[in-house]
Each structure stands twice: as C-alpha cells, then as structure tokens.
C-alpha cells in the first residue's frame, strides 16, 4: 500500500502488493477521491497508463485521461509528482479508477508498464483486454479540427474497437490492413537482424496475431481545416501520407474525401517501426513476450523501443499496426520552439503559486 491512498487490499494479496511496490520502487500511491456523476459511456476493455520521459516541455492536462469508464495509472517519478503536484490533481479531480503511482527514480516506459501489470496480477482482479500506454506529452488533437476527437477517453475507445475489430476480421481470414506503400522501415540494420520478416508477403503479414496497435502522431498541426502539411513522427508505415491519407478531412471509414473509393477503416503494418508514445497492447501478447524475453527483469528503459519491439515481434510470428484513424498530438517534439517552451514554463510556474 502507498502512504496516502491505493485500493483496499485483501489479507491473500496485500503480501503479494507490498513486493510489487517495494521491487519497483514506489514511495507513494495516491488514488482519486471523487464520486463520478455518469460514466460518460460504457466501461472499456482497458488499464491505461501514463508516465514521463526526460524530456517534459510537453506534459500538462493529465487529468483528460482520467475515466471512471477505465482504470487509469499515473506512474511518475517523486520529483516529477511533487512539481505538477500529482497527488493533489489525482485526489482533486479522479475516481477510484484514478491512481497515482509514485517511483523514487524515472519510471521509463517498461518500468511504467511493469509495475501495473505486476500490481493487476498481485490483487488477482484479472486483466482486461487491452493496455493503453501513453506520455504526458501526447494530447488529443483539439476538437475544432475535423480528425479531433471529443475527448482523449474518446480517442482510447476508438482505438480499442479498431484493436478488437481487427482481431475478430483476422480470426475470420481478413484484415483492414492496406499494403499501399512500402513495407515498414527498410532499414539495413534491422534487415540483417529480421530478414525473414522483411521478406514476408502481405497475406503473410495480414494472418500473424497482432501485439500492438498505435496512432497517427502528428508534430504540428498547420490549419483549423485539414492536417494536409502537418510533420508526422517516425516512419511513414505503410505509405499512409505518401498515398494521400492526410488529405482526408475526417475519418477515412466515413468515405470522407481523399478516401471516397476506399472507404472504411484504413490500418498500417507497423511490425517493422513501432513508435510507443501513444499506443494499445494486447495484454496478454505483452504478457508472453516480456515473459519469453525477460523484460521485466531488465531493470531500466530500453531505449529505442521503435527498432527493440519489432524485433521480438519477429521472433514471435507477431506483428503491430498503426491505426490511421486516430490522431494524437506530439507536443513535445516543438521543444526546439522557443515561444512554445515559454509558455509551458510560465504555466507550469503559475500552477505553483
């Protein structure tokens, strides 16, 4: 148990709680206090988790990713929890489904997404579906623009039923997969590693299990009308942009323009670049491969998780997608801005006083 709050613990798990929390690190567990007054839809087959990276420039409006339709995790360092002053904004503004996980050293993306997986399975409440994995520095599209969506909760449930009507379409011999440009990231140090993946078809790529699926992440937004322009991070899998899919001024599945002869939901293979700022796992194919590859064991961040997934993903028969109807915003990649960086220092020194 944290200090100041966590969910009650039966006697059979309490023992099993305090190892999680002592292996990794937590010196606090603060949970939300307020009673929701709806759900604001259905509960979602999914644990999200968020947490931070050296880079902060970016981060504010936590508080959009708290639901009492999913159980949110917050898992922060004690020096980042104490300048946004976490614990207070979690107790203030969450739900019990709201949880503030403080760590003595920066968490890092596996260290994050270790401690909630290890914490679901020490209180024996069963996983759900999917996990949601995001950084503090990755926001929703603002919903004046066409591609926006009302909420970033919105935006998870979206995913999460692109994620399960894949799944269900591969179990049934398709896929929304579009094979319109080349393959993923043809990189040559990832050829020589993962040839064979490189070498599949694509009928061959549309029937392996799918670990992981990610969002479109756009660094710039240049207009109220379209995102025709916008700079969008990593590799261009799939040939998304290149084939005309920010000309698109909404949801490609409502035969919007740019789109009208295709239609539908338009996905990307990503089993060769996964980015992981903003994406959904399948919880129990995350489970296998960190089992299989010991990575919860490995005590740090792995960096360059982009290259690293894909190439377990090969060695598993498994691949990942993008799904291009869902856009996220990568703040933190104007940190070169020095007019944007100002403004979010000024707000974060006006949050303290």
């Known amino acids: ?73 917050l898992v922060f360092s004690r020096e980042f ?38 914490l679901l399975q020490a209180q024996g409440v069963g996983d759900p579906e999917f996990l949601f994995f ?67 078809s694509g009928a061959q790529r549309a029937r392996a299990p799918v670990y992981a699926m990610n969002t479109v992440l756009v660094e710039s937004i240049p207009s109220r009308e379209s995102l025709v322009g916008a700079v ?21 599945r409502n035969s919007t323009p740019g789109n009208a002869s295709r239609g539908g939901l338009w996905l990307s293979d990503a089993g060769t670049w996964l980015e992981d700022h903003s994406i959904m796992y399948d919880l129990s194919l995350y489970r296998a491969l960190h089992a299989t590859f010991a990575l919860d064991a490995s005590g740090d961040v792995l960096f360059h998780n982009e290259y690293f997934q894909p190439e377990l993903l090969c060695r598993m028969g498994w691949t990942a997608l993008r799904d291009n109807e869902v856009y996220m915003h990568y703040s933190s990649r104007l940190e070169d801005d020095a007019t944007f960086a100002a403004s979010h220092n000024y707000a974060a020194k006006k949050s303290k006083t």
């Open 1 to 73: 148990r944290g200090a100041t709050g966590g969910p009650p613990a039966t006697p059979s798990c309490a023992a099993n709680i305090a190892t999680v929390l002592k292996h990794h690190t937590v010196v606090d567990w603060v949970g939300g206090q307020q009673t929701p007054r709806a759900l604001g839809g259905p509960p979602l087959p999914v644990v999200a988790v968020m947490t931070h990276r050296e880079l902060v420039v970016g981060c504010h409006s936590f508080e959009s990713l708290f639901s009492p339709r999913m159980p949110t995790y």
């Open 81 to 118: 929890s104490d300048g946004w002053r976490l614990p207070r904004l979690v107790r203030d503004r969450g739900t019990p489904q709201t949880q503030l996980l403080v760590l003595r050293r920066l968490p890092g993306e596996l260290i994050a997404r270790g401690v909630v997986t290890a």
């Open 134 to 200: 995001t950084h503090c520095d990755i926001h929703q599209l603002p919903v004046w623009q066409p591609r926006g969506l009302a909420s970033y909760v919105d935006a998870v449930a979206e995913l999460a039923a692109d994620f399960g009507a894949e799944k269900a379409l591969r179990r049934a011999g398709g896929t929304s997969v579009r094979f319109d440009g080349a393959y993923g990231h043809q990189s040559a140090d990832f050829g020589r590693g993962n040839a064979s993946c490189l070498a599949l």
């Open 232 to 252: 969008v991070h990593g590799v261009d899998v799939g040939g998304y942009v290149a084939t005309g899919g920010l000309f698109a001024s909404a949801h490609a």
